[in-house]
C-alpha cells in the first residue's frame, strides 16, 4: 500500500538514516497494512481503512525520543512579547493623548481608549508568569 508507505517515510524524513530506524519504519508499516486488511475485513472500503489507520496511529514523538533524535528547544520570547507590548501601548496611549489635546483639548476622552490598549501588556505579563 503506497499511501502507507509513503505517510510513513514523511513521518520519519526528520530522522537520521540508521538500521534501527528501517527496522522500525517497516515494522509500523507492517502494523498498519494489517490494521488496514482488519478494517476492510470489517466491511470498510480501502481508502477510509487507509485513512483511519493513519488517524489512530498519529504521530511519532514517542518513538523519535527512542531513536535518539533531539528535539529543538524553543526560546521563551515571552520576556520580549512584554517588553513589546509595553512600549507598543506607550505609543499607542501617547498618540492617543497627542491626538486628544491637538484637536479636542476641552473635552479629555484619551483616558476610554487607553484602558482598551492595556489589555495588551496586562496580557502579556500574565502570559510571561505563567511560562516563567
Do not use: C
Not at 537520521?16 to 509500523?28: A, C, F, M, N, T
Not at 501617547?94 to 483616558?111: D, E, G
Amino acid at each position: 500500500m503506497k499511501r502507507i508507505k509513503d505517510h510513513v517515510n514523511e513521518l520519519f524524513k526528520k530522522i537520521p538514516d540508521s538500521e534501527q530506524k528501517e527496522l522500525v519504519k517497516q515494522e509500523i508499516i507492517e502494523n498498519l497494512e494489517e490494521k488496514v486488511y482488519d478494517l476492510m475485513a470489517q466491511g470498510k472500503e480501502e481508502e477510509d481503512a487507509i485513512n483511519k489507520a493513519i488517524i489512530e496511529f498519529g504521530d511519532i514523538d514517542e518513538i523519535e525520543k527512542e531513536l535518539g533524535v533531539i528535539q529543538p528547544v524553543k526560546k521563551n520570547m515571552t520576556k520580549l512579547d512584554l517588553g513589546f507590548s509595553i512600549w507598543g501601548s506607550a505609543l499607542i496611549i501617547a498618540l492617543f493623548i497627542f491626538i486628544n489635546f491637538y484637536y479636542t483639548p476641552k473635552i479629555i476622552w484619551f483616558v476610554y481608549p487607553t484602558f482598551g490598549v492595556l489589555w495588551w501588556p496586562l496580557s502579556m505579563f500574565y502570559r510571561w508568569l505563567r511560562l516563567k
